[in-house]
């Protein structure tokens, strides 16, 4: 069974500070998902990645993967308060397009 | 376009009844998936379609719950009879082969008193 975790599940920062969220996952995937999630919202896609060592950057996140260590981080940098939302990372183990597998989310929230 | 479009986007229904929940997908899409969110359980995978056919129905809770999809643009999520602990936001997602990026709908909330 694919379990995906992450941590922390609740983090609290300051504006203008750098922060990493860790998601692990329990066995090989094709594909690592980022999503944001807004209260009361839907989930927006903020990255996909597809191969080890893959590196994508939007604004202020950064996400990476590591797929020998079963690892991918989302790095946020000089955090801003409209960051503030629940992360997700989520994997996908089959070939093709099929149902992801999601963490239990970290909920970011950045003081001004 | 439009994007994936879900309806109801709150429903409210007593334990015993019947609830239908919709899913317009993106217009060229052959993915739909059925996700759950709780509190409790977090986001969990319900069922997901390739081409109108369900692939993978693992996560239906129980004989309660039933998908369809008789068509590219259109899908249903039954649950007959609706119990409390059904109470959750129900997401609808797409994708298209070789893309893999899936879109969710804004969600139906439902609650079952």
């Known amino acids: 069974e694919l379990k995906v975790e992450q941590n922390p599940l609740f983090l609290s920062m300051q504006e203008g500070k750098n922060y990493t969220i860790y998601c692990n996952y329990s066995?090989?995937?094709?594909?690592l998902y980022w999503y944001r999630q807004d209260p009361g919202k839907s989930l927006e896609s903020l990255f996909v990645?597809?191969?080890?060592?893959a590196v994508k950057q939007e604004g202020r996140l950064m996400a990476s993967l590591d797929t020998k260590a079963r690892l991918s981080t989302l790095h946020i940098t000089a955090a801003v308060h409209d960051l503030s939302a629940t992360y997700f990372c989520?994997?996908?183990?089959?070939?093709?397009?099929?149902?992801?597998?999601f963490g239990k989310g970290t909920h970011l929230i950045i003081q001004p | 376009d439009a994007g994936v479009i879900q309806s109801p986007r709150h429903e409210v229904t007593e334990m015993g009844q019947e609830v239908t929940l919709r899913c317009k997908p993106i217009?060229?899409?052959?993915?739909l998936f059925w996700y759950r969110q709780t509190m409790m359980r977090g986001l969990e995978l319900l069922i997901y379609?390739?081409?109108?056919?369900?692939?993978?129905d693992s996560g239906m809770p129980e004989d309660r719950f039933s998908a369809k999809m008789p068509n590219a643009s259109f899908s249903t999520l039954k649950i007959q009879p609706s119990e409390p602990r059904d109470s959750a936001v129900y997401f609808c997602?797409?994708?298209?082969?070789?893309?893999?990026?899936?879109?969710f709908g804004p969600g139906t909330r439902l609650t079952v008193t």
């Open positions: 066995t090989t995937s094709d594909r």
């Open positions: 989520a994997v996908s183990s089959g070939g093709g397009a099929d149902g992801l597998t």
């Open positions: 379609f390739n081409n109108n056919v369900p692939i993978d």
């Open positions: 217009s060229g899409h052959d993915y």
């Open positions: 990645l597809l191969s080890n060592g």
């Open positions: 997602a797409s994708s298209s082969w070789g893309r893999y990026e899936q879109y």
